[in-house]
């Protein structure tokens, strides 16, 4: 017993390692890929009411240009969780960089409405991966501030807002939409110059038996931030114990996706719905979709609401007068901005009050804010309760991306989060097609009511998550 090597976990070697100059440089990568998805999908607040007025297009054409980006990020969402499972966390977000990259740039210089579609469609599949990005960065971080630098990561996205809408002030009275189009792009070429920096994923590696290969990305690690890996030797790490005890879960009926390492997508799709993780499978697809159906409506809400062409004689919030471009850019420039302190109050609560009470706190806090919208209100009140709104649902939506791939293990960690951002997409894919159509045809009251309900869903369903990943290392 006494000549046996001490057998470390890869939480125990992070933890050991700290957060250093290496999480630092792949916080930077990973977030350059959370800023390129924000400035595409903010891209959507701008180009719809630009190509209508150009070609022509009818309102319910302006609203499939945003719902069919979220039915490529359906199918994304699904393919490159798969893809990192069983390939690699690299090779996942090689090609959603690569697809959203190629397609934006194609979408600038689309010649017509079905060729922009069609383009809007790729990229969608592409940003659909973003999600590989979250969960590969997640996995470098050490368990007792996993929380506070996930809400660091996720400020890329609010980055992203607040630059596309500065930047689409400036380029669109200029020089137009597809301009705009172009440069929103550049993003995601940036981490095709990098990726061959990149590293793997220790944990990936050591659930496919490649533990010396983790081990060279330890030791990298360890040099970088300049301190020392654990004595002994690197072996896989496990939470079953843990997690059966707070999920009242027999262990011998959840071994089998533990070790789950075959490339079967059904096998592994279905590994989600096991007793063990069912639960919290459906719950997070509830709050998912509530949570994206929210946090678009309320972007492209703001912009409805501030449009050119939106003149109602009753029931709608901002005078009857029309606003010109500039007082859109402004509207959308200032709601972007509240995803700061939405992220602020999701870095306090997240690793104080917990995951659960952070999510259904913000949720229902959000309701409150769309509330007043029921009624006619000036227009200074409208741009403050929709900045508040989309504070709260911006701090909800960061916790849900930490939230997830903490609850499972990491055979089918990016295939869980994927399937479930894969539910969020349908949320946004529904959000302009029905809500935001109801404000186009001057029923705000019926479109705030609807999104009431579906955000106070979301919230309920938070409550009944049976687990908090507080402080826990991750599941092997």
Not at 94 to 115: E, H, M, Q
Not at 120 to 146: K, Q
Request: charged residues 15%; glycine residues 8%.
């Amino acid at each position: 017993m006494g000549n046996e090597a001490y057998v470390y976990t890869v939480d125990e070697a992070l933890l050991s390692l700290g957060f250093g100059k290496f999480q630092t440089l792949v916080l930077a990568y990973a977030g350059i890929g959370w800023l390129s998805e924000a400035m595409e999908m903010m891209l959507l607040s701008f180009v719809g009411p630009a190509i209508r007025t150009e070609w022509g297009i009818s309102d319910r054409q302006e609203s499939f240009i945003s719902s069919v980006v979220f039915a490529g990020m359906l199918i994304g969402a699904c393919t490159w969780g798969f893809v990192s499972d069983n390939y690699g966390r690299r090779m996942g977000f090689l090609f959603t960089a690569l697809v959203t990259s190629l397609a934006g740039f194609a979408s600038a210089i689309a010649p017509n409405y079905i060729c922009l579609v069609v383009f809007r469609f790729v990229v969608g599949v592409g940003l659909g991966g973003g999600h590989v990005l979250a969960s590969w960065f997640l996995e470098f971080i050490p368990a007792p501030n996993r929380g506070t630098w996930m809400i660091v990561f996720t400020f890329f996205w609010t980055v992203g807002t607040i630059l596309q809408a500065a930047v689409a002030w400036l380029v669109m009275p200029l020089f137009g939409w597809r301009w705009l189009v172009a440069l929103s792009s550049l993003p995601s070429f940036l981490l095709l110059l990098f990726f061959n920096a990149t590293p793997e994923s220790p944990r990936y590696l050591c659930k496919r038996d490649k533990t010396d290969e983790a081990m060279v990305i330890l030791s990298r690690i360890a040099s970088m931030n300049e301190a020392s890996l654990p004595p002994g030797v690197l072996g896989l790490n496990s939470l079953q114990e843990d997690y059966a005890s707070s999920s009242n879960v027999n262990l011998s009926e959840a071994s089998p996706l533990i070790t789950t390492k075959g490339k079967d997508g059904l096998k592994v799709f279905l590994d989600l719905l096991s007793p063990k993780l069912i639960r919290s499978t459906l719950l997070l697809w509830l709050v998912f979709f509530g949570n994206a159906f929210g946090y678009y409506g309320v972007v492209l809400l703001t912009s409805e609401l501030s449009g050119t062409t939106r003149k109602c004689n009753s029931n709608l919030t901002r005078p009857s007068h029309l606003q010109d471009d500039a007082s859109l850019y402004r509207d959308v420039f200032l709601t972007s901005v509240a995803e700061a302190p939405g992220l602020l109050l999701a870095a306090l609560a997240v690793d104080k009050v917990g995951r659960k009470a952070s999510m259904y706190g913000m949720l229902f806090t959000c309701c409150a804010f769309l509330g007043p919208l029921i009624w006619p209100q000036k227009e200074v009140i409208t741009t403050a309760l929709l900045f508040g709104a989309r504070a709260c649902v911006t701090a909800s939506f960061n916790i849900i991306y930490i939230y997830t791939p903490e609850v499972y293990p990491t055979s089918v960690r990016s295939t869980g989060m994927g399937v479930a951002t894969a539910i969020g997409r349908i949320g946004g894919m529904v959000c302009p097609m029905v809500a935001v159509s109801l404000v186009e045809n001057c029923r705000q009251t019926e479109a705030i009511l609807l999104f009431e309900l579906v955000v106070f869903v979301a919230g309920v369903a938070a409550t009944f998550f049976s687990l908090e990943t507080k402080g826990r290392d991750l599941m092997a």
